[in-house]
């Protein structure tokens, strides 16, 4: 199976190592965490410039930032080797108990831009797309492997219900929505063309029992009729012509 990909993810990384890019490797992927900016009006690009303007001041990331006009990628996870991104305490068990690990060492992070000049409903139509993508590409399953920032951390965060709320939707409805992007986008690849659909050891028995008809043949017709069946059976079987 295959993915359509239906936008183009930017790679624009963080100079590292930095403190919000260590470039330290992500073992393993095992869940998404969508977030948002809690920044309204404020771009992807200018998250992301923001960051790296940041990168050594404080160490909190993301891996990307979608706005309505562009997903940009700012630490290695679609576009690259995946790299950790610290963008969840870690002194939170909710993701512990839930998947086994802390989500900055096993979970991709995904920002959602909204509010002031920035069309939310093109934003989160990247946003969707993009978790979708991000199952595709780490073997998760969309209806169970997105969690939101809010249910790791509820003390402290509470994205990304603020855009959701907006666009009237309930977290459930937006997991809804990716699973719904995720088989859409699904996409099964034509098979191969066999390079040889019979082999030549049973092509010839079968050109053994055609032999036998095209002798016992009374007219000319049966006969050519029988001799073109047998260079078929040559044919798919990549053997010349007789
Ligand atoms: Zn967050």
Redesign the pocket.
């Known amino acids: 199976m295959a993915f359509v990909m239906k936008y183009e993810i930017i790679p624009r990384y963080l100079t590292g190592p930095s403190q919000r890019r260590p470039k330290t490797a992500l073992a393993r992927c095992r869940f998404m ?1 969508a ?2 900016t ?1 920044n309204p009006g404020s771009t992807a690009a200018a998250n992301v410039s923001y960051f790296e303007n940041t990168r050594n001041e404080m160490s909190s990331s ?1 891996h990307l930032f979608v706005d309505d006009k562009q997903i940009i990628e700012c630490i290695p996870f679609l576009t690259g080797p995946a790299e950790i991104a610290y ?2 305490v870690y002194n939170v068990t909710t993701d512990n108990a839930r998947y086994g690990d802390d989500a900055n060492d096993a979970a991709g ?1 995904v ?1 959602l831009c909204y509010g002031g000049r920035i069309s939310l409903t093109e934003s989160y139509k990247r946003y969707v797309w993009v978790l979708a993508y991000a199952c595709y590409r780490y073997g998760l399953n969309p209806a169970t492997d997105i969690v939101g ?1 809010y249910m790791l951390d509820p003390a402290r ?1 509470s ?2 219900q603020e855009p959701l709320r907006l666009l009237g939707k309930t977290f459930q409805s937006f997991v809804q929505d990716v699973v719904n992007e995720y088989r859409a986008s699904l996409v099964t690849e034509p098979a191969p063309e066999p390079q040889t659909r019979i082999s030549a050891e049973d092509a010839n028995k079968i050109i053994g029992f055609l032999s036998a008809s095209y002798f016992t043949a009374e007219d000319q017709a049966a006969k050519a009729e029988f001799h073109r069946l047998a260079n078929e059976l040559r044919r798919i079987s990549g053997q010349p012509p007789q």
Do not use: S
Request: net charge negative.
């Open positions: 965490v977030h948002d809690g993301a963008h969840v992070a920002e920032h965060r994205d990304p």
